[in-house]
């Protein structure tokens, strides 16, 4: 892996999509790791707000001797801002990804990160991670890749393995039940790409690849399976276009 003068994993524009290219479904390889800060950037509306938030979110809610988890870490930005966001030493905080070249450049950015809080990173399936005695769970922009039949099924032991009190923190790209509302916001969604430098083939080269990996589902079905999976309340805390965060909280 190439370094920078500053010892982090060299980054890169996002150029995947630029030339024309043969349709192949989006997957998180080397690729697509090596460019991620700035694909994450400038293709998801909000995201720069969203991660400083996670941190006050997870600093309100985090209680001592508990765990705290970030599922689908990436480069662990939102790991990054959890950890700063935990006063306590007796804390474990796991960031857990199942593409082994986000896991391994995220290795290099916690080690970058001078802090004491210890980091375990996992490169392994959410679907099968170990949870418990969790305060704060963070699912950024990840559920949205999960095969849809089995998203209730991974909430259902998120919210089981949830203390009193505790939190998840989930941030997804969302549809719209009104046809009129759907064309608004997806237009908006790819003027913000515009804004942000990609062109029109890049955007439609990537919608094309991301249509049968990425499923978004409308707020009112967050809603719904978050409470049938146990959490007792949920509020939309964020949104921008399609674009929302959710803190969905249990009581007992
Ligand atoms: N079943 C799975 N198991 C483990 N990891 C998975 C799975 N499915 C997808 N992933 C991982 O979830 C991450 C989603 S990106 C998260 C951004 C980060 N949270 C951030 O705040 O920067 C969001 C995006 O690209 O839009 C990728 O790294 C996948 O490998
Ligand atoms: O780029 C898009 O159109 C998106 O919906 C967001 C996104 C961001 C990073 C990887 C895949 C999708």
């Known amino acids: 892996m190439s370094k920078g003068k500053s010892g982090a994993p060299e980054q890169l524009t996002d150029r995947l999509f630029a030339t024309e ?27 720069t707000t969203i991660i400083p938030m996670i941190e006050v979110i997870t600093e309100q809610y985090v209680q001592p001797a508990s765990h705290c988890y970030d599922l689908g870490c990436s480069l662990g930005a939102s790991t990054l801002a959890m950890r700063h966001g935990i006063p306590h030493r007796d804390c474990t905080l796991v960031g857990v990804d199942n593409s082994s070249a986000m896991i391994e450049r995220c290795e290099h950015y916690i080690a970058l990160d001078d802090h004491e809080l210890p980091v375990t990173l996992r490169c392994e399936d959410i679907l099968e991670t170990e949870l418990s005695r969790a305060s704060v769970t963070t699912l950024n922009f990840t559920l949205q890749f999960v095969p849809p039949e089995q998203r209730l099924a991974l909430l259902t032991r998120i919210a089981k393995a949830t203390l009193p009190g505790g939190v998840l923190i989930l941030s997804e790209k969302i549809r719209f039940e009104s046809e009129t509302e759907q064309d608004i916001q997806t237009r908006l969604h790819h003027e913000f790409k515009r804004a942000n430098g990609y062109s029109d083939l890049e955007i439609s080269q990537k919608r094309a690849a991301i249509e049968k990996v990425l499923i978004p589902e409308t707020l009112a079905a967050h809603r719904d399976r978050l409470i049938q999976a146990g959490f007792d309340q949920v509020l939309v805390w964020y949104q921008c276009f399609n674009f929302v965060s959710i803190l969905a909280l249990k009581n007992r």
């Open 21 to 47: 290219r043969n349709p192949e479904d989006f997957r998180f390889d080397a690729s697509v790791a090596r460019v991620f800060p700035d694909m994450i950037r400038r293709s998801v509306p909000g995201y």
